[in-house]
């Protein structure tokens, strides 16, 4: 390990300390860190646009046409245009000229909108519909999990209750608080409607849902955690053998 | 008036004939004379006293209220006494104006049940404020002059019963009777009519003769004793009448202040006199217009929000009371869960031990992933897309790194490319330790296409067409740079035109928003491109549909260092998943320590609070 990696080993790693001292309370040493880290990521995200996007996309083009390629109909369409749009998001920085800004930003967002769901629609809505509607056939056999026989159907059956079960959960025709007659009385006890036993289950398929995610949450902290805890171990053994 | 200097004997100007000396109550006989056959003149079919023949001295006559500067209390009164007439005698019809006639016609139509009532009508309010009819009637009609001058008179009517008028009427003989041996109210002192002159005492002023009615006025504006009319009902006030009543900035009552205390008018006609009835309170102050002074309709919830908005504004004006600083209280526990998970994570790293064995089992999509990664022809370079920041490198580098190394360890020609502008330096920070052992260099078996800017449009917009969405690279080798080439001149990229021209694809991300952007905007694209997806544990819920159903989106999926540490057995060589894997294996017994202890004793709570209950 040499020493500009060793410096900025230690460096790494009192900024790690600094940002795990926040176990004992909002501190400064904590807010130092943080402003730390977010102004190095704006500050590197600022040059690194500058220099992979608005230099090679929107400067050298336009420098390589000169003045007698500025009329070139496609150095308009993908230079001019886009620096007249370009300089536009930049009168958003004062009150008085930000309006022009919109003609831009109408732009950015009414393109994005229409991209994501056109892309939403064709892409996630109607494949995982289409998904849910699999064949009870046990027959098939899942050509990328393996499953097949009685595997594929039982797998296909919780995924048809699951899906069916969480919009029953999601109706809401009937109004908060009122819930569903009861089914029938029996010895006192009261048996729930069929609706509330859907609803039941779907609100059972979500709880399994979230606590999944909770526990992939919880599993991936910890592995961030081991490697924090790795490279501040690491940092120590390397400044203490360059020491020794 | 003037201003012009004039000799102090002379009692008018002489050069704008402007009286400089006041009049003094109790003028000659002929100014008063003068005065009231100029009053009578001018109200013309109104009888005089002389006309009437003494009867028609006890008719009303409204220029009782001018208030003449020359007004003869003594003659007055003299002549009041001489032709006074019983209260019960009514003047002779032929003899009573017309205007007084009908007055009297509307009087005696008016319903009796109207009178009981407990709402009078505005005639009724505004008389029951004024004195009896019968003892007006004998002196003026209608409400008394002053009574309608003064602003207050409307704002505290004093609330008369109907049966007052009645009850009135009943005693209108024993007080006629009793008038002359009682004293004569007192006369508001008016100091403009007796400028310079001393307020006489009330005894004087008691015996000016002044009419009835406007003796009773003095006693209205005092405050009625409880008891002194036992049998009057208190009347309420109707509501058309109290929305008529002035706001609150209103002065109800000219208080007269001290003759001291008074300005001299300086404009106008009454210039000079002091103590002139201000027009201001009348003309210029806000009141509750009598216009439109109708009972709002008012429902019940357009009230409560009325309460509502009240308490609101209230509530603004209260101060706020200073909140008790809390106690600052040591997080015991939450120090204590993080030095146990801390403890449990070190503890391996620092001393080697606990050290849990390999995953013997692996997911079932790892073997259809490292087969397909096999099967990747080396011609055709793979597209490796970096979508995490760097909080979530630590966990995706050990993860994605089984990935790196089958497929370096292949050969195969990677680029990678990233949405965010932190995802270049990650990427040549993940594949670099990979690219060192399987001696890759950076334009011939890697490049760095760098960052792509636009989010989803810009990743559509590389899906159809690669080179227009990325121009140049990142971290491109020096002699590439110096020759003016692009990442797509290399020897990695120089066949690959569309994205389909890649081998695969496979996304890093931690969140599973990016991961579904380029299954929807990059996977139409890619024909039999596959896809590939390595994921935070996090994610891999939301994404796993893509990757199960009959017609996959999603060709692989790799997520959770269990399944990383089952890839690098697979590969057979150590990689940053095995190596945290012990750390990893305690911490994670620590955590469902954890859990678990916090469930126990949250049933321990629950049970302690039934047994108590």
Not at chain 1, 87 to 97: E, G, H, I, R, W
Not at chain 2, 48 to 53: H, L, R
Not at chain 2, 399 to 428: E, I
Not at chain 2, 574 to 585: E, P, T, V
């Amino acid at each position: 390990m040499d020493t500009a990696d060793l410096i900025a080993g230690f460096v790494a790693s009192v900024l790690t300390i600094m940002v795990l001292s926040y176990l004992i309370g909002d501190n400064p040493l904590f807010k130092l860190a943080m402003h730390l880290l977010i102004g190095v990521a704006a500050g590197y995200a600022g040059a690194v646009a500058v220099q992979g996007v608005l230099i090679p996309g929107l400067v050298e083009p336009i420098l390589e046409a000169g003045l007698t390629g500025l009329g070139n109909p496609q150095l308009i369409v993908t230079g001019i245009v886009p620096l007249a749009l370009v300089l536009l998001l930049f009168l958003k920085v004062a009150p008085s000229t930000a309006r022009y800004g919109t003609i831009s930003m109408v732009l950015l967002v009414g393109v994005g909108a229409a991209v994501v769901v056109g892309g939403a629609i064709t892409g996630s809505l109607l494949p995982l519909t289409l998904g849910s509607m699999e064949s009870l056939n046990p027959n098939i056999v899942n050509q990328l999990t393996g499953e097949s026989g009685l595997e594929r159907m039982l797998n296909v059956g919780i995924v048809l209750i699951g899906t069916l079960t969480t919009l029953f959960y999601f109706q809401f025709t009937i109004r908060k608080g009122e819930g569903e007659a009861p089914f029938a009385i029996v010895a006192g006890v009261n048996i729930p409607g069929p609706l509330t036993i859907l609803r039941g289950i779907g609100k059972g398929f979500i709880a399994v849902t979230f606590g999944v995610m909770y526990a992939g949450a919880v599993a991936a902290t910890l592995i961030v955690l081991a490697e924090r805890v790795q490279f501040i171990w690491d940092t120590v053994t390397g400044v203490v053998e360059s020491i020794g | 008036m003037c201003g012009k200097p004039n000799p102090g004997e002379a009692e008018e100007c002489e050069h704008c004939g402007a009286r400089l000396k006041p009049l003094e109550v109790g003028g000659s006989s002929e100014d008063s004379e003068k005065w009231l056959d100029r009053m009578r003149e001018d109200v013309g079919e109104a009888p005089t006293s002389s006309e009437m023949g003494g009867e028609a001295v006890n008719e009303p006559d409204d220029t009782s209220s001018e208030g003449p500067d020359d007004l003869d209390f003594d003659k007055l009164r003299a002549e009041q006494t001489e032709e006074k007439l019983p209260q019960e005698a009514e003047p002779a019809k032929e003899d009573v104006p017309e205007w007084l006639q009908r007055i009297r016609e509307k009087k005696a139509e008016e319903p009796k049940d109207l009178v009981e009532s407990n709402e009078p009508a505005p005639e009724q309010a505004l008389r029951a404020a004024a004195p009896p009819a019968d003892e007006v009637g004998s002196e003026t009609a209608g409400p008394a002059p002053e009574e309608e001058l003064r602003p207050g008179s409307e704002a505290e009517p004093e609330p008369e019963s109907p049966d007052w008028l009645e009850e009135a009427e009943d005693k209108g003989a024993l007080a006629e009777e009793e008038k002359d041996a009682e004293p004569e109210a007192a006369l508001p002192h008016v100091p403009a009519l007796i400028a310079g002159a001393e307020k006489p005492p009330e005894a004087e002023l008691g015996d000016l003769g002044l009419p009835d009615w406007l003796g009773e006025i003095e006693p209205l504006e005092d405050e009625e004793p409880e008891g002194s009319a036992p049998d009057l009902a208190r009347a309420t006030l109707p509501n058309w009448l109290e929305a008529m009543r002035p706001v609150d900035t209103f002065r109800s009552v000219v208080e007269i202040a001290s003759e001291d205390d008074q300005a001299v008018e300086s404009v106008g006609p009454l210039a000079g006199l002091s103590g002139v009835l201000l027009a201001e309170p009348i003309v210029a102050m806000p009141r509750t217009s009598s216009v439109g002074s109708m009972q709002l309709d008012v429902s019940e919830r357009q009230y409560d929000q009325a309460e509502l908005l009240q308490r609101l504004v209230e509530e603004e004006e209260q101060e706020a009371p200073a909140k008790p600083k809390r106690r600052a209280r040591l997080a015991i526990y939450r120090w204590a869960i993080a030095a146990v998970i801390l403890l449990a994570v070190s503890l391996p790293i620092v001393t080697g031990e606990p050290s849990f064995a390999l995953p013997s089992l692996e997911p079932r999509e790892l073997g259809a992933l490292f087969n397909l990664v096999e099967q990747l022809p080396a011609e055709r370079p793979v597209l490796v897309v970096f979508e995490y920041e760097p909080g979530n490198a630590g966990e995706l580098e050990a993860v994605s790194g089984a990935l790196l190394d089958q497929m370096m360890a292949r050969g195969l020609l990677l680029a990678s490319l990233s949405t965010r502008p932190t995802g270049p330096a990650l990427a040549k920070r993940a594949m670099d330790p990979y690219a060192e052992r399987h001696g890759y260099q950076d334009g011939l078996g890697i490049v760095h296409l760098g960052y792509l800017s636009g989010g989803p449009t810009a990743v559509q917009l590389f899906a159809a067409s690669p080179r227009d969405a990325v121009l140049k690279g990142f971290a491109l080798p020096e002699q590439v740079r110096e020759s003016g080439l692009t990442a797509w001149d290399t020897v990695v990229l120089e066949r690959v035109q569309a994205l389909s021209d890649f081998g695969m694809v496979a996304v890093i991300t931690a969140d599973s928003e990016s991961a579904r952007v380029w299954t929807e905007q990059a996977r139409p694209y890619m024909g039999d491109t596959p896809l590939v997806v390595v994921l935070s544990a996090g994610a891999e819920p939301l994404i796993r549909p893509y990757f199960e159903s009959d017609d996959p989106k999603i060709s692989g999926i790799l997520s959770g260092l269990p399944a990383a540490a089952a890839y690098e057995l697979r590969n057979g060589r150590l990689g940053l998943a095995q190596a945290r894997w012990d750390a990893f294996g305690t911490g994670m017994l620590a955590a469902e320590i954890v859990l678990l202890a916090g469930i126990g004793y949250g049933l321990l709570n629950l049970w302690r609070g039934r047994s108590l209950a």
